[in-house]
């Protein structure tokens, strides 16, 4: 009989890779959606929009909403003469460009203008990624204990021990692959982004679809059940929740978007560290054997700041 399995999902930026930090020529995901939004909109798009949003991690499709809510009719314009230039010629980068075309959406010229958003984004961000500073250390590195964590967690899972990971991230596969792979560190078991997430016709609320709305964990709880090869059903899906654990640093986003999907083991980066979940499950490995996250967690986290028997607090 299969043993029942255990899924640790994470985010990707500011959880395992320090996306924020500037790679050695400057750039960062925020800088990359300026400079995109440039290219696309005009020169000084960018500076203006973040002059006046706060970036927490939103999804293109928000950015996109957001810029066309000036109700500038010029930004359309210039955004539909860039796509003209290149005769809807773009990198195969994203699901949408897969044949290495993006038609021009009349009807809803938003969503033309997130796949380009996109595209220019991850331009800026693969030809930067693995590129070293002067003190030989390339971009993006780690989050602190990351490499320690997964070292550990692949020398469970070649013991036996029954545990898959996640990586759901507002962020984008191709990025996120190259990262782990210049790295050389094992794809997840599980990947979803907003790749996933932007080209679903259904949920359409952005409130659901996107981060801190359920959809994406959910997504990837969907994923993991079928790798099982379960058929998820109200009764499956409450029972293996127990069995999931989440990180994230981001309290609004990623915290809340694990709240409102019932998951009780959940974690806020670097309040909590990767080192303690590793030494964590190395101490209790023989309690993974159906029991919820939280009842293995638990023993450790007696004493321990913010913890209310259930799980971390934000501290």
Known sequence: ??????????????????????SPSGMTVQRAYAQSLDDLFGKKTGESFFSI????????SQIIQNVLRTRDKSLIDNAKKVHGEQNGNFPRLIPESKD???????????????SMLVIRKLGYLLQETGTRDQDGNPWPLP?????????????LKEKGAPIDLAIISSGHESFIRKALKFWDIPQPD???TEDDVRTRKFPQEAETKFKPGVFPIALAHFVWLRNQGLTFSEEIGLNTRTRIMHIGDNYTKDIVMAEKAGIMSNFLFPATSWMFIAETLTNNKSLLDGRPFEEILKPQLV??????????ERI
């Open 1 to 22: 009989m299969n043993k029942p399995r255990y899924l640790i999902a994470s985010d990707f930026d500011g959880t395992l890779f320090d996306t924020s930090k500037p």
């Open 53 to 60: 949003n706060d970036f927490h991690g939103e999804a293109p």
């Open 100 to 114: 290495g075309m993006i038609l021009w959406n009349p009807e809803d010229p938003q969503v033309t203008l997130t």
């Open 143 to 155: 989050c602190e204990g990351v490499l320690d964590f997964l070292r550990t967690l692949e020398s």
């Open 190 to 192: 599980i990947l979803i």
């Open 303 to 312: 004493g321990v700041e913010g913890f209310k028997g259930r799980r971390i």
